[in-house]
């Protein structure tokens, strides 16, 4: 009896001792910050001349990108992603949109990827597309963005902190749709009535949405991720650039 308890403690010593390295030996940069109780939807909503400041204190405070180039040997990290109650990871970039679908935030190979901007664009783009997997299997950043497809959870966090190595933007989320074969979101160098239209586009067919003004000047954040109603479907989410 006592040969059985002493090798069912040992399994259960190997198993902790075996996740415990699996969790701290994660290198992706990620650090969730809840809302303060404090700063609520009608505070951030008002018209006060403290709004942005508000809105300001629902985001970690600007990093250092370059400590995080030099902790991780990838000069590919261009910005850190932050949603309030979801998630704040950095944001590589290649030069193309291949790598980073099977390459970890130190380079290395790992089938769960890392999250990464679109290779045609920058941070100062007229639209940034930013991409991630989703997983049913692993605890990845992008999982949560199905948060939002909640009513109550898209009507309560609205905004989107993107950080450069120039300083913080702040997006209003416009909308949360899902595709399956109009893939025209990844077409990111429109301009004029084209882009308008491409905004109209990413506010149509959509799951939920609210009424943001844009016009020809406005700057778009587009975060993808997959679905699971098919093989060829993504969820998207648009933001728009807080003036």
């Not at 809302?35 to 250092?64: G, R, W």
């Not at 400590?67 to 998630?87: D, G, Q, S, W």
């Not at 959509?206 to 699971?228: A, F, G, H, M, W």
Request: hydrophobic content about 35%; glycine content about 2%.
């Amino acid at each position: 009896m006592n040969k059985r308890r002493n090798v069912i403690i040992s399994i259960f010593i190997i198993l902790f001792v075996g996740g415990l390295l699996y969790f701290t030996s994660t290198k992706v940069f990620q650090y969730n910050k809840p809302v303060s109780s404090v700063i609520t939807q009608e505070v951030v909503n008002n018209n006060s001349e403290d709004v942005k400041e508000d809105i300001n204190k629902l985001f970690s405070p600007d990093i250092d990108l370059n400590t995080y180039r030099e902790k991780y040997n990838n000069k590919n990290i261009v910005a850190r992603l932050e949603i309030p109650n979801m998630f704040n990871v950095l944001i590589t970039q290649a030069d193309n949109n291949d790598y980073y679908l099977n390459h970890a935030i130190d380079n290395k190979y790992d089938k769960k990827g890392t999250e990464y901007m679109d290779y045609r664009v920058t941070t100062n783009s007229r639209q940034i597309n930013i991409y991630g997997h989703n997983s049913k299997t692993y605890d990845i950043p992008f999982r949560k963005l199905e948060n939002f497809l909640d009513k109550d959870f898209f009507d309560n966090n609205m905004y989107i902190l993107l950080q450069d190595d120039n300083g913080r933007k702040i997006y209003k989320i416009y909308a949360i749709k899902e595709v399956s074969s109009d893939y025209s979101h990844m077409r990111v160098k429109l301009e004029g009535e084209d882009f308008i239209n491409q905004i109209k586009n990413l506010g149509s067919n959509y799951i939920y949405k609210r009424d943001i003004p844009y016009n020809e000047n406005s700057k778009i954040l587009v975060i993808q991720t997959c679905s699971y109603t098919s093989d060829t479907s993504y969820y998207v989410i648009t933001a728009i650039l807080e003036e």
